[in-house]
C-alpha cells in the first residue's frame, strides 16, 4: 500500500464521516436533553432535498445550507410539538417524522432527480494540505468539512465547559429536579430537538450540495440510522462521538480500499459494510448493559410534564 | 395559553377508536390544501386517488394484491408492538422472505408437484423468521436496540436481495437484465378469478387474521406479550419469561412478513426482481399503529393503505403526480395519529376568562 493510497482513504474517510458527525452531534445533544428523535433520517432526507432545489433555483449554494438547516429545524419542531407538547410516545413520533419526511422528501424532490449541480468544491489550504499523509484529510477538504470541525468544537465546549451544556444534562438527567431548581425543561428540551434539526438539515445539505451533488430519492441511505447507532457506540460522550463518525466513515469506503488492493468483491455486498459494522458495534457495546445504563441519560425518551 | 390540555384520570375508549378516524381526515384535509397549493382540484384529485382506483372488478382485485402484503406485515408487527418490541425490520423480512423462496423456485423450475410451492412457502416464512430471530438474538444475548439492528437488517437484506438478483440468480437467458428466470407454474399461487391478480393469498391473510386475533385476544400467551408491553418488570414478577416472548413475538411477525414477501413473488410477480416491495414493511408500521394493534382494526387500515398504493398509481399516471405521495401521506396519517392520540387521556380546553374557574386543572392519576 502505497501513501497516496492511503492519504486518499484519510481523505475520503473524513469526507465520508462529515454526514454521519453532524447528524450525530445534532442527536446527541438531543439525547443530552432526554429526548430520543428517531427523526434524523427524515429530517437529513427533507434538508437535502431543500437545500438541493434551493441551490439550484438560486445559484446560491450557502442559501442552500441555511434553508436546508431551516427545513430540518421545521420538522423537528412538529416532533417537538407530538412528542413534548402532547406527550406522545417518542419512538413512534420519531419513526413518524422518518416516514412522514421521507415521502415528502421524495414528493418534493420527483422533478428534481438527477439534475446537475455545480457543488461545493474542495478548498485546499496552502503549505498545511501538502503535509504528507494528514495534509489532504484535514486542510483539502470542502468548506463544509471544515464548518463540522468548528461544530463539533463549540458543541464539545458546550457540553463539556459551559453552563448551557450543565443545563441540558440536568433536564436529561432529572428533569423533575431541573424543574424544582427553575430550569425550563420544556424550553430546553425542544432547543435541543430544534437544535438537532438544524444539524440534521446541515448534514442532508452537505450529502446533497457537497459529498454527491445531486438529488436522489433516499439519498441519505440510512445515514440517519447509522448516527443514533453512533451515539451509542460513544457512550453519549462527545470525543468518541469523532472516532465513532470517522470509523463509520472509513467503513462506507471499504470499496476504495479494496479496488486500491486489487480485491474484486461485488459492490452490492461491499455496501453492506456499513450496516453491518453498526450492529457489531451495538452488540460489542450493549453487552454489558450496566454500561449503557451508567452512560445514557436518565430519563432518554420518558415523557415528562411539568407538575407530575 | 388559549387552549390547554385537562388530564382525564382514565383512557377515554370512544377516543381510542375516534382518533385514527380523526387522522385519516385531517390527512385528507391536509392532501387537499397541498393539492390546492399545487394548482389541482382537490376533489377531482382525491377521486382519482381514492376512488377511481376501485371502480372496478379489476381494480377491487389489485386492492387485494396489495392489502396482502400489507396486513400480513402488519399483523406481525401488531405482535411485537403490543409487546413494546419495536421491530422496525419488517421490510428486511419480507425482503428475505423473497429472496429465499425466489432462491429454491428457480432450482426447482420444472418440478410440476404442487409441493413445489409449499415448499418455495415454507421456504419463504421461514427465511422471513430468521431474519428477525437474528433480531431477537442480538436483543436477547447482547441487549442490543432492536430498532437500530432491525433497520440495519433491512438495508443488509435489500443489499443482500440486489446481489443475489445482479448474480448468483440472475436468468442466464435474461438478456443481463437484473431478474430471475420466472418461476414454472407448479410454483405459482393460484389465481382467485380470471381477470385480475388477485390470487390464493388472500386465504393465508384471512387465516393470519384469525391466528393473530386469537392469540392476542384469547390466549395466555397474547396476554403475557400484552403484559410485557405493559409494564416489563411486572411481567418479569408474575414469571413471565421475557426472553422467550421477545423471540416468540418476532418470529411470528419476521415469518408473517416472510410469508408476504414470498407470496408477492410467487404470486404476482412470478420472478424475483429488484423492486419486490415500494416499501410496504415499513408501510405496515403506520398501519398497524392506525388500527390500534388489533387485527380487525389493522384490517380496515392495511384496505385504507392498499388503496393509497393504487391511488399513489393512478395519480402519477393520470395526474402527473409523483408516486411518493403514498409515503407522504403514509407519514401524515402516522403523525396525525399521535398528534390525535393525544385526546386519548387528555380533554382540550377552550381558555377563556369567563369560564376559568371551571377551567382550573383538575388533576388525575395518570
Known amino acids: 500500500m502505497d501513501i497516496d493510497l492511503l492519504s486518499n482513504i484519510f481523505f475520503a474517510t ?18 443530552k436533553s432526554g429526548v430520543l428523535n428517531l427523526g434524523q433520517e427524515g429530517m437529513m432526507l427533507f434538508g437535502a432535498v431543500i437545500g438541493f432545489i434551493v ?9 442552500g445550507v441555511l434553508l436546508a438547516m431551516l427545513a430540518g429545524m421545521l420538522l423537528s419542531s412538529l416532533f417537538a410539538l407530538v412528542a413534548l407538547v402532547f406527550n406522545a410516545n417518542q419512538v413512534a413520533t420519531g419513526l413518524a417524522l422518518t416516514i412522514f419526511g421521507v415521502g415528502l422528501s421524495s414528493f418534493i424532490g420527483a422533478a428534481w432527480v438527477g439534475k446537475p449541480l455545480q457543488g461545493f468544491e474542495p478548498m485546499a489550504i496552502p503549505y498545511l494540505s501538502d503535509i504528507p499523509l494528514i495534509g489532504r484529510m484535514l486542510f483539502a477538504q470542502d468548506i463544509l468539512v471544515y464548518l463540522s470541525f468548528a461544530l463539533f468544537a463549540l458543541v464539545a465546549w458546550t457540553l463539556l465547559k459551559s ?16 424543574s424544582a431548581m427553575g430550569l425550563p425543561v420544556l424550553r430546553v428540551r425542544t432547543l435541543a430537538v430544534l437544535f438537532g434539526g438544524a444539524m440534521a438539515g446541515l448534514a442532508g445539505a452537505y450529502l446533497s450540495l457537497a459529498y454527491t451533488p445531486m438529488w436522489a430519492e433516499n439519498m441519505s441511505a440510512g445515514r440517519g440510522w447509522i448516527a443514533l447507532a453512533l451515539v451509542v457506540f460513544a457512550s453519549w460522550r462527545v470525543w468518541r462521538l469523532l472516532l465513532g463518525a470517522y470509523l463509520f466513515g472509513f467503513a462506507s469506503i471499504v470499496y476504495l480500499v479494496a479496488q486500491g488492493i486489487g480485491l474484486a468483491i461485488p459492490s452490492n455486498l461491499l455496501a453492506m459494510l456499513p450496516y453491518v459494522a453498526t450492529i457489531v458495534v451495538l452488540v460489542m457495546l450493549s453487552r454489558n448493559a450496566l454500561r449503557t445504563r451508567l452512560y445514557a441519560p436518565v430519563s432518554l425518551g420518558q415523557p415528562w410534564q411539568a407538575g407530575h | 395559553m388559549l387552549l390547554s390540555l385537562e388530564p382525564r384520570g382514565q383512557q377515554s375508549r370512544p377516543m ?11 390527512t385528507l384535509v391536509s392532501g387537499s390544501l397541498l393539492f390546492l397549493l399545487l394548482g389541482l382540484d382537490p376533489l377531482l384529485t382525491l377521486h382519482t386517488l381514492l376512488i377511481a382506483p376501485v371502480s372496478d372488478l379489476y381494480g377491487v382485485s389489485e386492492l387485494l394484491v396489495k392489502t ?22 419488517a421490510e428486511g423480512q419480507l425482503l428475505m422472505g423473497a429472496l429465499a423462496g425466489s432462491a429454491v423456485a428457480v432450482n426447482i423450475i420444472d418440478m410440476e408437484s404442487r409441493w413445489a410451492l409449499v415448499l418455495i412457502l415454507l421456504t419463504g416464512v421461514l427465511a422471513g423468521a430468521v431474519w428477525a430471530g437474528l433480531t431477537a438474538w442480538l436483543r436477547t444475548h447482547f441487549n ?15 443489499n443482500l436481495l440486489l446481489y443475489f438478483v445482479h448474480g448468483p440468480l440472475k436468468d442466464p437467458a435474461g438478456m443481463n437484465f437484473p431478474e430471475s428466470a420466472m418461476f414454472g407454474d407448479a410454483s405459482r399461487l393460484p389465481l382467485l378469478m380470471e381477470d385480475g391478480r388477485a390470487h390464493a393469498g388472500v386465504y393465508f391473510a384471512l387465516l393470519a387474521l384469525v391466528a393473530v386475533w386469537v392469540l392476542l385476544q384469547r390466549s395466555f ?18 414469571g413471565f419469561r421475557e426472553k422467550r416472548l421477545v423471540w416468540l413475538a418476532l418470529l411470528i411477525s419476521g415469518g408473517l412478513a416472510g410469508l408476504a414477501g414470498v407470496c408477492e413473488v410467487t404470486g404476482p410477480i412470478g420472478q424475483l ?25 389493522i384490517l380496515f387500515s392495511s384496505l385504507l393503505m392498499a388503496l393509497l398504493y393504487l391511488g399513489g398509481e393512478s395519480a402519477q399516471m393520470t395526474l402527473n403526480l409523483p408516486q411518493a405521495i403514498t409515503q407522504l401521506f403514509q407519514g401524515m396519517m402516522l403523525f396525525f395519529l399521535l398528534a390525535c392520540d393525544v385526546l386519548i387521556l387528555y380533554r382540550p380546553r377552550l381558555n377563556v376568562r369567563w369560564a376559568r374557574r371551571q377551567a382550573a386543572p383538575i388533576t388525575g392519576a395518570v
Open chain 1, 55 to 63: 441551490a439550484l433555483s438560486t445559484g446560491n449554494l450557502w442559501l
Open chain 2, 16 to 26: 381510542l377508536w375516534f382518533s385514527p378516524v380523526l387522522a385519516a381526515a385531517l
Open chain 1, 163 to 178: 453552563r448551557v451544556g450543565l443545563i441540558i444534562q440536568a433536564v436529561g438527567e432529572n428533569p423533575d429536579a431541573a
Open chain 2, 144 to 158: 442490543a436496540n432492536e430498532i437500530l439492528t432491525s433497520i440495519m437488517l433491512n438495508y443488509i437484506a435489500l
Open chain 1, 14 to 31: 473524513v469526507r465520508c464521516g462529515t454526514p454521519l458527525l453532524l447528524v450525530a452531534l445534532g442527536e446527541l445533544v438531543c439525547e
Open chain 2, 273 to 297: 426482481v429488484p423492486q419486490v416491495s415500494p416499501g410496504y414493511g415499513y408501510a405496515a408500521i403506520t398501519v398497524a399503529f392506525l388500527g390500534r394493534l388489533n387485527p380487525i382494526g
Open chain 2, 221 to 238: 400467551v397474547g396476554f403475557q406479550v400484552k403484559v410485557l408491553g405493559l409494564d416489563k418488570r411486572a411481567a418479569g414478577f408474575v
Open chain 2, 68 to 89: 396482502l402484503p400489507i396486513l400480513l406485515c402488519a399483523l406481525g408487527l401488531a405482535v411485537v408492538y403490543q409487546a413494546r418490541i419495536w421491530n422496525i425490520g
